[in-house]
């Protein structure tokens, strides 16, 4: 099925660990976006990539670095855990256009002990 | 700066009964508005989505939501609620030249028999 494709889906790290959350659209669109979602929060801007080769930061963009590494692929790398990255991570991507649909993936959940 | 705020982090209502959650938005310029709904463990999905051409819009599922410029507000409702309703629901905004997302705290849908 088209779409976006996150890995992985469930994730336990120690502090000060690192890890790379992927992220692959399969729908040819120019944009992608990284989400973090925290109860009573809602979804929260981390990064985002508004065509290849360009990224930007979001809301909340510390302890985060990307990587948009073709048009296909988007990675969120966690360089050093802490309990504050504890949170459900959604990829999204759209076409590069204003007022356009974004299309999610089914999330990574991660847990940093 | 662009900001949404929804009004109540869980609403309940019996099945059959009106559903109504609250959205408003805080934009400098006409923005572009939309619903998204996330079941349990899901990503989210596309209810409707306002972009100017009409004030009244209609998604999927039987939801609708009213723009209304005077009161800077997007509610959504549904006639009669059903128990696969149940899940929870994010208010979104776009600014005119913008693709990212702000979205809200979102508000949980309880549906009782």
């Known amino acids: 099925n088209a779409g976006v494709t996150q890995t992985p889906k469930f994730q336990v790290l120690k502090t000060g660990q690192s890890m790379t959350l992927q992220c692959a659209q399969d729908?040819?669109?120019?944009?992608m976006y990284w989400y973090r979602q925290d109860p009573g929060m809602g979804l929260r801007l981390i990064y985002y990539?508004?065509?290849?080769?360009?990224?930007d930061k979001g809301e909340v963009p510390n302890g985060y670095n990307v990587s948009r590494l073709n048009k296909r692929e988007f990675s969120l790398r966690l360089e050093s855990a802490a309990p504050s990255q504890t949170s459900v991570y959604f990829c999204?991507?759209?076409?590069?256009?204003?007022?356009?649909?974004?299309?999610f993936g089914s999330g990574t959940r991660l847990t940093v002990v | 700066a662009q900001s949404v705020t929804q009004l109540g982090s869980h609403v309940s209502v019996s099945e059959g009964a009106l559903v109504l959650l609250r959205c408003n938005y805080s934009?400098?310029?006409?923005?572009?508005l939309f619903w998204y709904v996330q079941y349990p463990n899901q990503g989210l999905q596309l209810l409707l989505k306002?972009?100017?051409?009409?004030?009244l819009v209609k998604g999927i599922n039987g939801f609708e939501a009213e723009f209304k410029k005077s009161e800077t507000s997007f509610h959504l409702t549904k006639p009669s609620a059903h128990m696969s309703d149940a899940a929870e629901y994010f208010c979104?905004?776009?600014?005119?030249?913008?693709?990212?997302?702000?979205f809200g705290k979102g508000t949980m849908l309880l549906v009782s028999p």
């Open positions: 999204a991507s759209s076409e590069a256009r204003q007022g356009i649909v974004y299309t």
């Open positions: 729908m040819n669109h120019n944009s």
């Open positions: 990539s508004a065509s290849e080769g360009t990224t």
């Open positions: 934009s400098s310029v006409p923005p572009y």
């Open positions: 306002y972009t100017s051409a009409a004030t």
């Open positions: 979104a905004v776009s600014e005119e030249g913008y693709s990212t997302l702000t």
